[in-house]
């Protein structure tokens, strides 16, 4: 699908392309292995100027587009997912909402550092007992004098335990529900905020999940990100982006299990001839081809819409809702392309289904997504 490129976006794509094949294939199965933060690589990212991607230069950024941003998520996912949604996390959930609702000064200070890959972003909305309904969150911010004082725990926050930035969501009016939610910026050594749980995952296990614990955590008053009590908006405007993230991590995925199915199937020989040659393998491997190119071309528009400054909740959501399907589609079939051989850890088939699952159900469900796709439509 070359042909929707511009030439900048295929240099930028076989730049990504390159680096990861060369230094995170390597190094991949052991990240996840053990659960290691790959320090080292998002370093290395940040200096190709992958970190701020789509963001103008005057804050640091590379200058270039959200199309660009989404073939590069893709291609750094094919080798390795948990690289894919560190970077994901940072630039859809902790700088575009920056980008799109601070403050001229906040922009100034925050971006330079976060789109050079100095700082690392997190979003946290999710807590222990709100997932979907985030009307029901109970951390709060009171105004004390010219501080906001924060307490609550929030959960499952991706990037939570390597993060400068933290993008909170707490409640401020809790009886207005959602309409009493505000965002702000907490800073990393923010005295009463700490780190809590680090979670033990099926998959993306180099990426960390953990608690984020806020216990009379004063921050200055100018720390509120947007309008007080508009930061549901914020949050559903942010996710829509990061929805598009998860959905290109989800093609990476999918093309990984695509590749690394079509060359074993070429090499695995039973009953005198390569696999490949049997016609129930030809047609899983169609198939996967064909849900990944839909996927392809769903998440392409999502991201062009948004280039363009329209309006694409709904095609953001399809788009989540297709990749991250067609990704677990692909990777059943790769396993069991793979036989037995699929399901032991020498191949990397088991993983990528391990690592596929989660891109159904985080940045919102897939149920989720269907509500916001049939809600667009039955608006009329």
């Not at 941003?69 to 997912?81: D, F, G, K, P, T």
């Not at 009379?216 to 008053?221: E, L, Q, R, T």
């Not at 991201?303 to 694409?312: N, V």
């Not at 990397?348 to 989660?358: G, N, S, T, V």
Request: hydrophobic content about 40%; overall charge negative; some cysteine.
């Amino acid at each position: 699908m070359d042909y929707l490129l511009t030439e900048e976006q295929k240099m930028l794509q076989e730049m990504v392309s390159k680096f990861a094949k060369e230094e995170i294939a390597p190094v991949a199965s052991e990240l996840q292995e053990k659960g290691i933060f790959p320090a080292e690589i998002i370093k290395k990212l940040s200096e190709l100027g992958v970190m701020g991607i789509g963001y103008p230069e005057e804050y640091g950024g590379a200058g270039m587009d959200f199309v660009s941003y989404m073939l590069a998520v893709e291609a750094i996912s094919q080798y390795c997912a948990s690289t894919g949604v560190i970077v994901s996390a940072h630039s859809s959930l902790a700088v575009d909402p920056i980008f799109r609702f601070g403050t001229e000064e906040q922009k100034k200070k925050y971006l330079p550092d976060m789109c050079s890959g100095k700082k690392i972003g997190c979003h946290a909305l999710t807590e222990p007992g709100a997932g979907s309904d985030a009307g029901t969150i109970k951390t709060t911010a009171k105004l004390e004098g010219d501080k906001w004082v924060l307490n609550g725990t929030k959960h499952f926050i991706t990037n939570g335990a390597e993060a400068d930035i933290i993008i909170l969501f707490v409640s401020t009016e809790p009886e207005q529900k959602t309409r009493g939610i505000s965002a702000f910026i907490v800073e990393k050594g923010t005295p009463g905020f700490k780190v809590g749980k680090h979670e033990d995952k099926l998959g993306i296990r180099a990426s960390s999940t953990t608690e984020l614990i806020f216990e009379d955590c004063a921050i200055p008053k100018e720390n509120l990100l947007g309008e007080l009590n508009k930061g549901f908006k914020v949050a559903m405007v942010t996710l829509d982006g990061g929805r598009l993230g998860i959905a290109s991590q989800a093609l990476g995925i999918a093309k990984a299990c695509i590749e690394d199915s079509v060359a074993y199937s070429n090499e695995r020989e039973q009953f005198g001839q390569a696999i490949s040659k049997f016609q129930a393998i030809q047609w899983m491997l169609a198939e996967m081809s064909t849900e990944y190119e839909a996927s392809w071309l769903l998440t392409y528009r999502g991201s062009l819409m948004k280039d363009k400054g329209m309006r694409y909740s709904k095609e953001a959501a399809m788009a989540k809702l297709k990749a991250s399907e067609t990704a677990s589609f692909c990777a059943n079939k790769a396993i069991q392309i793979h036989g037995g051989y699929g399901y032991i850890k020498e191949f990397d088939a088991e993983r990528y289904l391990r690592d596929a699952k989660i891109t159904e159900i985080y940045e919102g469900t897939n149920e989720i997504m269907r509500i916001v796709i049939s809600s667009s439509l039955l608006k009329g």
